[in-house]
């Protein structure tokens, strides 16, 4: 089922997102939109940021045969590789009226599909006719679509989400806005124009050289409160990394190495002769990977969901898969960006 679904998938998404006025309104790998959306709307108040709950399983099948009932080629080999029936512990095996799970890999960009439409079907409501192709391009840049997270014109907002309501769906009114200088979407907070989303401390400070996990953690939580300008909280952890005799200096986010991000730019203390390029000491994570051989149709559909001409970069990509075994860290020489 994977397999076919991968298959429909991949020139589904492309065909969307290449298509002239679809992918201003519908994306499927790139939130920025959404975010930089978010971030006008906190700022002149004209747009709505909206959420919804329990998405994926309030999409219907019926939901998805309307859509594309004018796309019979289309339906039939979307229907085809649906899951119909689930075996649920305790109530055994249940029909699903649902289009699909998040296991499914057409979940994702079918319920955006649907939101999509049920936004502008809501729009209507508002405008008393129907769209016109003149009309759906008077909203680029102002109704935008990336999973269950909606952005609408505000002067919408009410129509939207009853809309989305008549549907079936439910609006998270806890995280969806319209009123005020906040706004919030794809993992972003604003309040009136101004980056505030939350810098997220996820593990406990490092002891000794041996945390790895704690170091990293870390590492990327300081770097994370420096751009967010927390100088206080920065230069207290930095004196933590320091204390622990850790190689501490300044690189970009591109680097190879583990550092501290610093808008004044990156560190050097040692000259590559051969590549010609500037060296600093950093931690690099090193892993000890995971045996995971794989072969027959696994390994074909690996190869298959590849969108791209170029080999793969690791060659070993076959014999090990999922989390390492061990990771550890191991201090030398990088290039700082």
């Given at each position: 089922?994977?397999?076919?679904?991968?298959?429909?998938?991949?020139?589904?998404?492309?065909?969307?997102?290449?298509?002239?006025?679809?992918?201003?309104f519908v994306g499927f790998t790139d939130q920025v939109p959404n975010q930089e959306l978010a971030m006008?709307?906190?700022?002149?108040?004209?747009?709505?940021?909206?959420?919804?709950?329990?998405?994926?399983?309030?999409?219907?099948?019926?939901?998805?045969?309307?859509?594309?009932?004018?796309?019979?080629?289309?339906?039939?080999?979307?229907?085809?590789?649906?899951?119909?029936?689930?075996?649920?512990?305790?109530?055994?095996?249940?029909?699903?009226?649902?289009?699909?799970?998040?296991?499914?890999?057409?979940?994702?960009?079918?319920?955006?599909?649907?939101?999509?439409?049920?936004?502008?079907?809501?729009?209507?409501?508002?405008?008393?006719?129907?769209?016109?192709?003149?009309?759906?391009?008077?909203?680029?840049?102002?109704?935008?679509?990336?999973?269950?997270?909606?952005?609408?014109?505000?002067?919408?907002?009410?129509?939207?989400?009853?809309?989305?309501?008549?549907?079936?769906?439910?609006?998270?009114?806890?995280?969806?806005?319209?009123?005020?200088?906040?706004?919030?979407?794809?993992?972003?907070?604003?309040?009136?124009?101004?980056?505030?989303?939350?810098?997220?401390?996820?593990?406990?400070?490092?002891?000794?050289?041996?945390?790895?996990?704690?170091?990293?953690?870390?590492?990327?939580?300081?770097?994370?409160?420096?751009?967010?300008?927390?100088?206080?909280?920065?230069?207290?952890?930095?004196?933590?990394?320091?204390?622990?005799?850790?190689?501490?200096?300044?690189?970009?986010?591109?680097?190879?190495?583990?550092?501290?991000?610093?808008?004044?730019?990156?560190?050097?203390?040692?000259?590559?002769?051969?590549?010609?390029?500037?060296?600093?000491?950093?931690?690099?994570?090193?892993?000890?990977?995971?045996?995971?051989?794989?072969?027959?149709?696994?390994?074909?559909?690996?190869?298959?969901?590849?969108?791209?001409?170029?080999?793969?970069?690791?060659?070993?990509?076959?014999?090990?898969?999922?989390?390492?075994?061990?990771?550890?860290?191991?201090?030398?020489?990088?290039?700082?960006?």
């Amino acid at each position: 089922m994977q397999y076919m679904q991968q298959a429909l998938l991949q020139p589904l998404v492309k065909a969307i997102e290449s298509d002239k006025l679809a992918r201003h309104f519908v994306g499927f790998t790139d939130q920025v939109p959404n975010q930089e959306l978010a971030m006008k709307g906190s700022l002149d108040g004209s747009l709505a940021t909206l959420d919804l709950s329990e998405a994926s399983d309030r999409v219907s099948n019926q939901h998805v045969r309307i859509l594309l009932e004018r796309y019979p080629s289309l339906a039939e080999g979307v229907d085809a590789t649906r899951s119909r029936k689930a075996d649920v512990d305790g109530h055994g095996v249940i029909r699903l009226a649902k289009f699909a799970s998040m296991g499914s890999a057409l979940c994702f960009p079918f319920e955006a599909m649907v939101f999509t439409t049920v936004v502008f079907i809501g729009i209507e409501k508002v405008l008393n006719r129907q769209l016109t192709r003149k009309d759906l391009k008077s909203f680029i840049g102002r109704v935008r679509v990336y999973g269950d997270d909606i952005i609408v014109p505000v002067e919408y907002a009410l129509s939207v989400v009853e809309s989305l309501e008549a549907f079936g769906f439910r609006v998270n009114s806890g995280k969806s806005f319209w009123t005020g200088k906040f706004r919030e979407s794809c993992g972003k907070d604003y309040y009136a124009g101004q980056d505030v989303s939350l810098v997220r401390l996820r593990s406990d400070l490092p002891t000794q050289q041996q945390h790895t996990s704690e170091i990293v953690s870390i590492a990327d939580f300081r770097n994370q409160l420096y751009k967010a300008g927390y100088w206080k909280s920065v230069r207290y952890l930095d004196g933590v990394l320091e204390d622990l005799k850790l190689p501490w200096n300044a690189v970009l986010d591109t680097s190879p190495g583990i550092g501290k991000f610093s808008f004044l730019g990156y560190q050097t203390d040692g000259w590559d002769n051969d590549l010609q390029r500037p060296l600093v000491r950093a931690m690099v994570i090193r892993t000890t990977p995971r045996v995971s051989k794989l072969d027959g149709w696994g390994a074909m559909l690996k190869y298959f969901l590849k969108d791209s001409e170029l080999p793969f970069l690791d060659p070993k990509h076959l014999e090990y898969a999922g989390r390492p075994v061990a990771v550890n860290i191991k201090h030398r020489r990088v290039v700082p960006y």
